[in-house]
């Protein structure tokens, strides 16, 4: 097939940005969209011009470093990573608009690469269990039921990615950090902890500028890992209930 | 003038950290006599780890949480994307929670058979009795492992043995296994213990009087080149199987690393050992930039089969069960479609030589869930591997509940890697591998979900401890300034060669070499290896390398985010390492698990190991480029597990 692409082009972090026009041919429906940028940027080489800069690395899925705005949807129009969206989403002759993630908390690098350390400053204020090496009791020892595990791993599968971020009309990271949350304080491993690691977590992400959420709900229908969008009332149900017990003690 | 092949051999490489005695006694043993340093003595000393996976994201934590600085580095944006977040099936543990026969010695034992007897039983063993303290770990982390309904862990078997004794998380092992670390290292970050440096990568090793003391490191946002100086480095930078192009590493996952530490004198082990992993989804054309995994565990409850007769192209429903071959278990009836990967992975490349392969090319066999539908219900099936078939989906646009999966093998993982002994210490004193890039514990072939058990071995456990035993050693390092002429002559190295990449100006693009040689290497020191054929590739290496400084082309400056000087950067790795791989390939005139030479086979076609000749392992001495390499063997010793012909029949 034969595209028009308009790809955001920004030299760096202080440089002003705007859309840039390229047409790609010869691109088949099997290949992944990022394969189909790598056609335009080995293109591009060649022609002596500067490739258009994106994150990506695992391209099955799992790493979430990818990381575009598809016709203004993140990831583009199936429920999955850029990595595994194929041109066979695409019909011949289309044109396709691809920015960075949009978001205060998420400045852009070059082109569609962003920082996204906000993330891990968020993991860092409390989203782990205090568990040093040596430690543990044996696996065993503490059952974990089962609808529990289920709930914790549902959570856990967040790729860290920012989709819910970047489809957030408030720029909010509540999904990506309610995701944590959840995973680690339904677990009893988790329990010790289950104050702090709320408090800290949301505190950290208001620190980091992300907006407030509204439930408008895009962050999770963005999510490639399917994280609910209850995922965020669990989240606000365990902030209320730490606020108490902390404000009790 | 010599020329590649004319390698001389040098005097053997002895380990001499692994202590006498029963094997089961080593660890224990090495733990006591290991000195330790003091805990207040441990925040002066500063360690270096390069990556953030299973291995390097442990280590970073558990040295942190041992009380020392730790300086550590990742090319990603974030430690939590390091590449062993892709693992799928599972990791390996001797807790026998079946009940059913498992034990540490069987597992030990699994793994030198299942390495094809090129592993050091030393390490193996010590790798077994450890595994059951990892599930142990990453429960206390909320890792949520996949559970009964009684709250107690689930386990599932794996290629190559007849225990049930793989813990998992559906089909993300890799990822929640990661994610656990890269928690227990983001609490040492928030804590000012771990200095996090992502977004940057390793360059080149700082080797002063002898001993690793740093490394030159490239910040890939700004691209500024600087040094970093520690006591001890632990390069944790993963395999080298991105030398093929294609394979199931991350698109940045590079060799860089650890080439560049086996300039600098560490020896390189058995790099010819590269595993084929047989369950892949087959590539669809040229623009394929990687290839994905379908985890093994689906050879748990999928069937491997490719039709009966030659050149039969009807849609797999239409092939009646009569004229479909079942050849996984018709050729090996105990193990069936569990066989170790090499031989399912050669088992089908022999089918599709025969033209008996299916799909475009006749390049696959395929993998048929019918009769597990059929068995435990959709709904089971979908419980267990729902996330991979929908991958697969993905991919290919084809419902795999309905029609079979169409699978190939692919370069998978790299069993070779920097040679370490007992202490994981490579020959620089002070530069420790962990992880993939060491080559220690999978002999010539890995078994499935041992490679998360060995990076958290290591980082979790084995070099915390041993670590301590070379600090304690070495207590007081002079301060290394920037001015020292080793520093000044590891980053002038690194800035020219950056620079030379940018003023070639020529016509092919980094990637146009990366797929030529990828290409070349997949042909000839792939599968199936010959003399002749790398012979060949040896003749060609160097001529695609004197064509890659003439004809390059990187655009942009080294002073900024260029994604295709890093690519450059590694692709002048790649076009090194491969060269040794070749040879090492050819030096190794025998069979054995993933390195199949067509020359030493069985009459009925299995792999035919020479242990009079090659019951080593192959540590290679760098020279000069292009100049042959001096071969160190290193003799193995087998105790406790007797060589036999693997027989999975």
Redesign the interface.
Known sequence: MKLTLRVWRQ??ADAEGAMSTYEVDGI?S???F??ML??LN?E???R????V?F???????????CSLVINGDAHGP?R?TTC?L?M?SFQDGDTIDIEPWRASAFPV??DL?V???A??RI???G??????????????A?????PD?DF??EH??C??CGACVAACPNGAAMLFTSAKIN??NV?P??APERETRVLDMVAQMDEEGFGGCTLTGECATACPKGIPLVSITSMNKEWLRATRKVAKR | MTTFVDYSTGEPVVDHKAPPGPVNERWDKRRFEAKLVNPANRRRHTVIVVGTGLAGGSAGATLAEQGYHVVQFCYQDSPRRAHSIAAQGGINAAKNYRNDGDSVHRLFYDTVKGGDFRARESNVHRLAQISVEIIDQCVAQGVPFAREYGGLLDTRSFGGVQVSRTFYARGQTGQQLLLGAYQALSRQIAAGNVEMHPRTEMLDLIVIDGKARGIVARDLITGRIDTHFADAVVLASGGYGNVFYLSTNAMNSNATAIWRAHRRGAYFANPCFTQIHPTCIPRTGDHQSKLTLMSESLRNDGRIWVPRAKGDDRPPSKIPEDERDYYLERIYPSFGNLVPRDIASRAAKNVCDEGRGVGPGGQGVYLDFADAIQRMGRGAVEEKYGNLFDMYARITAEDPYTVPMRIYPAVHYTMGGLWVDYDLQTTIPGLFAIGEANFSDHGANRLGASALMQGLADGYFVLPATINDYLARNPGHEPVTIQHPAVQEALAETQDRLNLLLSVDGDRTPDSFHREVGELMWEFCGMARTDSGLRKALERIPQIREEFWRRIKVPGTGEEFNQSLEKANRVVDYLELAELMCLDALHRAESCGGHFREESQTPDGEAARRDEEFAYAAAWEFTATGEAPTLHKEDLVFEYVHPTQRSYA
């Not at chain 1, 989203?127 to 696996?139: E, W």
């Open positions: 030299q760096n088949s099997d290949m992944s990022l394969e790598d056609t080995e591009l080489i060649l002596g011009e500067d490739p800069a994150d990506h690395d695992c391209r099955e899925g799992i790493c979430g470093a199936e999955t595994q194929h066979r690098i070059k690469v920082d996204r350390s993330f891990d993991i860092q204020a989203g782990y269990i205090t568990a040093p090496t040596g430690s543990a009791p044996d696996a065993h503490t059952p974990v039921p089962k595990a914790a791993f856990a599968e790729i860290g995973h680690l677990l491993q988790g």
